[in-house]
């Protein structure tokens, strides 16, 4: 799966002015030697009107267009062509004008990652840099980006650190939101998912090459779009999860620390949150947060992993073997049984060599 996706329309402008199409029409009634005096009374308006037309403070209606073919023995669909074009092209100007006045925003926002990833193209302008990040995020003006990541009545339930990083927390997000948009799911089935991470559980011992397109299709099949974004610079989280839809959600994962028992963790740590969550609630991830939800769901990754049962039986592990012994009794990569020991015996520079990290290549994430 190409991971870099990137958002589908492409914002681009136009120059700062609009012609009128009453200039066009001034013109033709040069053609015809006609003043707009004798225009108005062929035409059945008033001579005010027609000054209006020019000036472009009256648009041409499709009635008008009529009559103006009759008259001038040019197409209707001309005329009412030249009014769209005009009209569209006023409706850009103003775009721009309020694109200017938000160029501030533009400061929280990690723009040149964002470009450096392929997500947004380098524009000339500041106006266009505002333009092609509203475009990525897929708002039409920043106060709709507001009300979608500043509700207070979404952020009362978010991390304090995504509050305070919120432009390169919510782009991280973002990616992860457009990559999931590309992977079909099935209707969400909360047994299909939940038998769907038992099978995944046995893909810890593979590598990345092997359990990611594994565990992309057995979470698609249950509902669930897992995405995979590289960390950005001040987003200290390992993973996220939301509902896109009623019937679909979405895990977001990173590398942060690179640890394969650290990834794995994560995974089932944001499961729990899809099996038992608020449907409108965003989860991320956040070392020692005290949220009675959070800390259910460190439970859930733990015991999938690595029953609580067997804790005593690996704080007493002394040997590489024992391990290797174990993991392969339980069906689970030996690292995670080396994670788990460090983390009940606080002796972190024991079995680090059991403990893959993982680096994966381009096609693999965003």
Not at 165 to 175: L, Y
Not at 267 to 289: N, Q, T
Not at 297 to 324: G, R
Not at 328 to 346: D, K, N, W, Y
Request: charged share 25%; net charge negative.
């Amino acid at each position: 799966m190409n991971a870099k996706i990137k958002a589908k329309r492409k914002y681009s402008f136009n120059p700062d002015y609009a012609v009128a199409p009453g200039e066009t029409l001034v013109e033709v009634l040069e053609s015809l030697s006609m003043t707009q005096k004798e225009f108005a009374k062929r035409i059945g308006l008033t001579e005010q009107t027609i000054i209006r037309i020019i000036k472009g403070t009256q648009p041409i209606t499709y009635e008008t267009a009529n009559r103006l073919e009759m008259v001038t023995g040019i197409a209707a669909q001309f005329w009412n062509n030249l009014e769209l074009q005009y009209q569209q092209q006023l409706s850009k100007i103003k775009q721009i004008e309020e694109l200017r006045k938000n160029e501030d925003w533009l400061t929280d926002i990690p723009t040149g990652e964002l470009i450096s990833r392929g997500m947004i193209d380098e524009p000339v302008t500041k106006a266009e840099m505002v333009g092609e990040a509203l475009s990525f995020y897929g708002v039409a003006n920043v106060d709709a980006w507001k009300d979608i990541w500043l509700d207070p009545r979404v952020a009362a339930k978010r991390s304090d650190c995504f509050e305070t990083n919120i432009g390169a927390a919510s782009a991280w997000i973002r990616i992860g939101e457009l990559q999931a948009q590309e992977i079909d799911c099935a209707t969400y089935n909360a047994e299909s998912f939940q038998n769907a991470l038992e099978q995944i559980r046995t893909l810890t011992r593979e590598e990345p090459q092997i359990f990611i397109p594994e565990m992309q299709s057995m979470c698609a099949q249950s509902g669930v779009a897992l995405s995979l974004v590289k960390e950005f610079k001040k987003v200290p989280w390992n993973g996220a999860s939301k509902w896109l839809s009623p019937t679909k959600a979405m895990i977001l994962l990173n590398l942060r620390g690179k640890s394969e028992d650290l990834f794995w963790f994560s995974f089932f740590h944001e499961a729990y949150h899809i099996l038992h969550g608020e449907k409108k609630r965003l989860y991320i991830a956040e070392d020692k947060s005290q949220d009675i939800q959070e800390k259910k769901a460190d439970s859930f990754a733990a015991n999938m992993l690595l029953p609580e049962q067997y804790n005593a039986i690996v704080a007493n592990l002394v040997s590489k073997q024992e391990i290797l012994d174990l993991a392969e009794q339980l069906s689970v990569s030996p690292g995670i049984i080396a994670g788990r020991f460090r983390h009940l015996t606080g002796k972190w520079s024991f079995f680090n060599n059991l403990t893959r990290t993982f680096v994966w290549d381009d096609e693999l994430v965003g």
